[in-house]
């Protein structure tokens, strides 16, 4: 939803028409069953939870790649953080994790909250179904 080229999209988003209401839904209802395809979704964060269902749907048996951190220019930045293996995926690295607003001015904040607001809804249904496979053993 937050691609650049998309600029017609961008302008159906912030229209406050009801026919583009009706379109969004449309379009949200179509992304939603998209992602209920997938036999496997996965949640960065929560990778470390993740091992079960990698194995169950892909069929591996080794699956401790999924709480290495990955660094593939170390040689240009090393680090010495103590965080090179960690069991809780990328949710347990702390100095990976930053907050937008610190960062962006207020006008761009707000425009990427606005722009990525249904990126947000799909990232929490993806987590949803993530989190009732895992609960439900699937």
């Known amino acids: 939803f937050s691609d650049a080229r998309a600029g017609s999209l961008r302008e159906l988003y912030q229209s406050q028409k009801e026919v583009d209401g009706m379109r969004r839904g449309e379009i949200m209802g179509d992304a939603l069953d ?3 395809r997938f036999h496997l979704v996965l949640v960065m964060e929560w990778l470390a939870y993740a091992g ?16 290495k951190r990955v660094r593939p220019h170390i040689a240009q930045y090393k680090r010495n953080d ?3 293996e ?10 990976a994790s930053w907050t937008p607003k610190n960062y962006l001015s207020a006008e761009q904040y707000k425009i990427m909250n606005e ?3 249904l990126d947000e809804v799909l ?5 949803r179904f993530f989190l009732e496979r895992l609960s439900c053993g699937l």
């Open 86 to 95: 960690n069991k809780l995926g990328a949710a347990g690295i702390a100095k």
């Open 123 to 127: 990232t929490d249904v993806g987590r």
């Open 115 to 117: 722009d990525l607001a």
């Open 82 to 84: 103590g965080q090179e």
């Open 52 to 67: 079960t269902q990698v194995e169950k749907v892909l069929g591996f048996h080794d699956t401790s790649a999924l709480t």
């Open 34 to 36: 998209v992602l209920a």
